[in-house]
């Protein structure tokens, strides 16, 4: 099930369960997944994108092995606010994960993570092989790690 607002996606998780965060792009899926109290995002791995079957699996068999209860896929908004292709695809692509799995989905406006995750590994003073290598699942950290904050912020309100 697709739950737009993050309250709902907070209340649709077990406790105790981890979440992962995806940075879809046209040629990879970034992957990070939370710790189990929703407090930290751990860039994972980056899967290169074949078909979506074949991606699906993948994340999938990814996702089962660290016992992710609930999926956070970043929504690349334009600077307005606005939604373009990409978001289209963004939103196909969890349309037909719902065909997959049964676990909980959201969305989190990702724009700028790819800038964020870039000066991090910057200042970290990444070669540029390493930083393209892992630029995608630093991005979905970021992604991750802003819904996080945001659901450590509704449970203590």
């Known amino acids: 099930m697709i739950l737009d607002d993050i309250s709902e996606f907070a209340a649709a998780l077990?406790?105790?369960?981890p979440i992962a965060g995806l940075d879809l792009g046209d040629k990879t899926i970034g992957v990070a997944v939370s710790d189990r109290l929703w407090s930290v995002a751990t860039p994972l791995e980056t899967i290169r994108r074949k078909k979506f079957g074949v991606d699906a699996a993948a994340l999938m068999a990814l996702l089962e092995k660290r016992e992710v209860k609930g999926i956070v896929l970043g929504l690349p908004r334009n600077m307005d606010g606005s939604e373009g292709p990409r978001c289209q695809k963004t939103?196909?692509?969890?349309?037909?994960?719902?065909?997959?799995?049964?676990?909980?989905?959201?969305?989190w406006d990702e724009r700028l993570s790819t800038v964020a995750a870039e000066r991090a590994l910057l200042l970290a003073d990444t070669s540029r092989a390493?930083?393209?290598?892992?630029?995608?699942?630093?991005?979905?950290?970021?992604?991750?790690q802003g819904v996080l904050d945001r659901m450590q912020h509704i449970k203590r309100a």
């Open 91 to 107: 939103r196909a692509f969890a349309r037909n994960l719902q065909g997959v799995t049964d676990l909980p989905l959201t969305y």
């Open 130 to 144: 390493k930083r393209s290598e892992v630029i995608d699942h630093v991005a979905a950290g970021f992604i991750l």
């Open 14 to 17: 077990p406790p105790m369960a």
